[in-house]
């Protein structure tokens, strides 16, 4: 499972070069090649936007690109372990068409890298964090704490003979 | 600011998490710019959920995340290292 989603991974990731790469390569806390929030804390009318949307919805999760076309293999990973548990009605921010949501959730939640995932309102991590506790067992346990139920619960009952 | 190698990274992850096993790859030719993969071992993720190590990973690289582009952590306690060999 592992390595499929390593051949995704870099597969979604030519993909993403291929269009002409937006202003922002870098990922770096300073946001790639010009503005730098600096490294203090957002304004507080971001600060309470970013709230407001971690808060929205059960699960919420910062990628580049959308669901359906993610830009960013890391992104791309998030996306799919997602869909492998089943959980489609989460809500996806798309930071390549907000610079303020871009830079303001690594500010938030003072990690420095897209992808961001959020459990009700709680950080969780990035892309590592999220694969480890799919192939842990945790994300099906933590699925459940917010009353979804992973798909894979399902096809492990098929598997087990 | 210069573009942190592999080496200065691995140095920094092994003193500053006390670290008794560190690997990094430099994988920057997958993606689009200046990107590492690392694997931590540390007393000091032992008890910690993964959010915390990856923190203290984050905390320990400060300077050096703000070239980095992507960058993918693996982080273990001794104990699961060795579990990891066994495998």
Redesign the interface.
């Known amino acids: 499972m592992f390595s499929l989603l390593r051949i995704s991974c ?1 597969t979604a ?1 030519r993909r ?2 291929g269009p002409a ?1 937006r202003r922002g ?6 946001g790639g090649g010009g503005s730098d929030d600096g490294a203090g804390e957002p304004g507080g009318a971001t600060r309470r936007r970013l709230e407001g949307l971690v808060r929205k919805d059960k699960v919420v999760v910062f990628i580049k690109g959308t669901p359906a076309q993610p830009q960013c ?2 992104s791309n990973a998030v996306v799919q372990i997602l869909r492998m548990h089943g959980v489609d009605n989460y809500r996806a921010y798309n930071v390549l068409e907000d610079q303020e949501i871009r830079q303001g959730i690594k500010n938030y939640s ?4 897209i992808p961001q995932i959020y459990f009700d309102g709680e ?7 999220l694969l ?2 799919h192939q842990n067992g945790d994300l099906v346990e933590e699925l459940k704490k917010l009353g979804i139920r992973s798909a894979l619960l399902d096809t492990e009952k098929e598997d087990k003979k | 600011m210069d573009v942190p190698t592999a080496a200065l990274v691995k140095d920094k992850l092994l003193k500053g998490l006390e670290a008794t096993h560190v690997e990094v790859e430099d994988i920057t030719a997958q993606k689009c710019s200046t990107s590492f993969r690392v694997l931590v071992v540390s007393p000091k993720f032992e008890n910690k959920p993964l959010l915390h190590r990856h923190r203290l990973v984050n905390a320990c690289l400060t300077e050096e995340l703000k070239t980095i582009h992507a960058f993918e952590q693996m982080t273990l306690s001794p104990e699961q290292w060795e579990k990891e060999k066994a495998q």
Not at chain 1, 25 to 30: C, I, K
Not at chain 1, 110 to 113: D, K, Y
Not at chain 1, 123 to 129: A, L, N, S, T
């Open positions: 870099r990731a993403a070069l790469p390569v870098s990922e770096g806390a300073a293999g890391f003072n990690w420095p890298t950080f969780v991590g990035g892309c590592d964090i480890q506790m």
